[in-house]
């Protein structure tokens, strides 16, 4: 019996850090959110060449994994004029008002 409680603990334990490492910490989102307007609806909005794009389009995981891993593929020259503070306040911003958050939100 004391080993399925043990099994239980562990378990629990790795949940909370697996779901621990997707959110995303320390940035700004009041800087993130004028970042992203100033910077990406241009393109990000309805009619443009990116398309609408919101904090609601994606979930929390979908924008962590974006700001990880995909960062702009397409136009990669985009992401580079961002400093690492500002990808975080933007990362933040979008994470916080993602369609899966207690905060879900367009950019109005």
Avoid at 91 to 107: E, G, K, R, W, Y
């Amino acid at each position: 019996m004391k080993s399925w409680k043990k099994i239980v603990t562990l378990v629990l334990a790795v949940s909370f850090c697996a779901s621990a490492a997707l959110a995303v910490e320390g940035g700004n989102p009041k800087k993130g959110k004028y970042l992203y307007k100033k910077n990406c609806k241009e393109c990000h909005s309805d009619g443009a060449e990116g398309g609408n794009l919101t904090p609601m389009s994606k979930t929390m995981s979908q924008w962590d994994r974006f700001f990880r891993r995909d960062k702009h593929k397409d136009k990669p020259e985009i992401w580079e004029k961002f400093s690492e503070k500002d990808l975080l306040d933007m990362n933040q911003f979008l994470f916080d008002h993602a369609a899966d958050s207690d905060q879900p939100a367009t950019c109005g």
